[in-house]
């Protein structure tokens, strides 16, 4: 059964850092565009970061530029995401998930999130 779990959440301070986490199992993803989205109580989901499969090949929203990065580590088939700077207005669920193509919109698998809470 194809699993993405995600990891590296926690309790954090404004300015501080968390690195996300997401491993795969029963899916190789070096065969797949990898994102990011999170979701905050009250909130739609929202896009956050994707990576191609050549990793050179990024896509940030606005508010994840210049503070979040996105990797990928196929000897480990997992995906990262490098949250530094952070603000309470990132506090959500953060899910990953994964695509066929870079500008497709249909993912066809979805984690089960984890739990940033950026608060003093």
């Known amino acids: 059964q194809v699993q993405l779990v995600e990891s590296g959440g926690g309790l954090v301070q404004p300015g501080g850092s968390l690195r996300l986490s997401c491993a795969a199992s029963?899916?190789?993803?070096?065969?797949?565009?990898m994102a990011w989205f999170r979701q905050a109580p009250g909130n739609e989901r929202e896009f956050v970061a994707q990576?191609?499969?050549?990793?050179?090949?990024?896509l940030y929203a606005d508010s994840a530029k210049g503070r979040f990065t996105i990797s990928r580590d196929n000897a480990k088939n997992t995906v990262y995401l490098q949250m530094n700077s952070l603000k309470p207005e990132d506090t959500a669920v953060y899910y990953c998930?994964?695509?066929?193509?870079?500008?497709?919109?249909?993912?066809?698998?979805w984690g089960q999130g984890t739990q940033v809470t950026v608060s003093s």
């Open positions: 998930a994964s695509k066929s193509t870079f500008d497709g919109t249909n993912y066809d698998y």
């Open positions: 029963e899916l190789t993803l070096s065969h797949y565009v």
């Open positions: 990576i191609g499969r050549n990793p050179v090949s990024t």
